[in-house]
Antibody
Framework: EVQLLESGGDLVQPGGSLRLSCSGSGFTFSRSAMSWVRQAPGKGLEWVSGVSADGGGTYYAESVKGRFTVSRDNGKNTLSLQMNSLRAEDTAVYYC???????????????????WGQGTLVTVSS | QSVLTQPPSVSGALGQRVTISCTGSGSDIGANHDVNWYRHLPGTAPRVLIYGNSNRPSGVPDRFSGSKSGTSASLAITGLQAEDEADYYCQSYDSNHYVFGSGTKVTVL
């Protein structure tokens, strides 16, 4: 059974940092492209960042580029999102997401999101 | 990057058919990029309903169907059931970004 378990969500002050983690099991983690998707309160889904199966291709939404860094440790089946210079508008539930594809490094070929985690809440507030 | 445009809400009676539109542009849907559809119940993990414009993953009832034409796509739900009440999102690709639709709340009357 595929499982994605996010952790690390917390209350943080504006300008602060936070690191989210996602542990994957039930599938070959090293063969799956992964993404982070968020949902702010009362808003829709927003793609945040993606990483290729081998970690060599990383991609970011314009709203987080330069502030967030995605990485993965295929030996530990773990996806991470380092979030710096956090803003109030980063407040959201962050979902870890597994793509169907993984053979190619380019984001275009990641394919649909075939499985989502339950999400972890990040609140940026003073 | 752009957000794909969906109607905020659609509603229908039990057993009826509803459709949700998803309007993009020449750089996303119109650039021949695939459209995927997800269902999301608040507080739960989203689930893929349609991938590659019109394909259903195993386990998704054939009441759900997707289509795409030009810069738009649509999701149709036939034989509307109470459990279909949820938020629905389309998703595509644009210039090294993934883009989601604005979301549509389906209400079963």
């Amino acid at each position: 059974e595929v499982q994605l378990l996010e952790s690390g969500g917390d209350l943080v002050q504006p300008g602060g940092s936070l690191r989210l983690s996602c542990s994957g099991s039930g599938f070959t983690f090293s063969r799956s492209a992964m993404s982070w998707v968020r949902q702010a309160p009362g808003k829709g889904l927003e793609w945040v960042s993606g990483v290729s199966a081998d970690g060599g291709g990383t991609y970011y939404a314009e709203s987080v580029k330069g502030r967030f860094t995605v990485s993965r440790d295929n030996g530990k089946n773990t996806l991470s999102l380092q979030m710096n210079s956090l803003r109030a508008e980063d407040t959201a539930v962050y979902y870890c997401a597994k793509h169907l594809g993984g053979a190619l490094r380019e984001l275009l070929y990641f394919g649909e999101i075939s499985f989502w985690g339950q999400g972890t809440l990040v609140t940026v507030s003073s | 990057q752009s957000v794909l445009t969906q109607p905020p809400s659609v509603s229908g009676a039990l057993g009826q058919r509803v459709t949700i539109s998803c309007t993009g542009s020449g750089s996303d849907i119109g650039a021949n990029h695939d459209v995927n559809w997800y269902r999301h119940l608040p507080g739960t993990a989203p689930r893929v309903l349609i991938y590659g414009n019109s394909n259903r993953p195993s386990g998704v009832p054939d009441r759900f169907s997707g289509s795409k034409s030009g810069t738009s796509a649509s999701l149709a739900i036939t034989g509307l059931q109470a459990e279909d009440e949820a938020d629905y999102y389309c998703q595509s690709y644009d210039s090294n970004h993934y883009v989601f639709g604005s979301g549509t709340k389906v209400t079963v009357l």
